[in-house]
């Protein structure tokens, strides 16, 4: 059974960083481009990054120069470092996992990142 269990979400002040991880089991992890996603209230869900299993990263051009992305693939885990976080990064936040042969998805449970003052 796939499973896909994020942590570290929260309240941030704005320009303040926070750290998500994302720890995966039931995958076979090096076959995964693993990535993270998020939805804001009233938006569409968007993607935020994404790496390969080779460590090619993607991102958004919203959080691109702010957030990185990064895996440990001996512990099946990746994460997201957010710094200078801004109230327009409000969002629920989702770890994705994509099959690099076969394409299908797998999601957890998303975490609440609100960044207010």
């Known amino acids: 059974q796939v499973q896909l269990v994020e942590s570290g979400g929260g309240l941030v002040q704005p320009g303040g960083s926070l750290r998500l991880s994302c720890a995966a089991s039931g995958i076979v992890f090096g076959f995964y481009t693993m990535g993270w996603y998020r939805q804001a209230p009233g938006k569409q869900l968007e993607l935020v990054a994404t790496?390969?299993?080779?460590?090619?990263?993607k991102y958004a051009d919203s959080v691109d120069g702010r957030f990185t992305i990064s895996r440990d693939n001996d512990k099946y885990t990746v994460f997201l470092q957010m710094n200078s976080l801004k109230p327009e990064d409000t969002a629920v936040y989702y770890c994705?996992?994509?099959?690099?042969?076969?394409?299908?998805?797998?999601w957890g449970q998303g975490t609440q990142i609100t960044v207010s003052s």
């Open positions: 994705n996992a994509e099959q690099q042969f076969t394409r299908i998805h797998c």
């Open positions: 790496i390969t299993s080779t460590s090619s990263t």
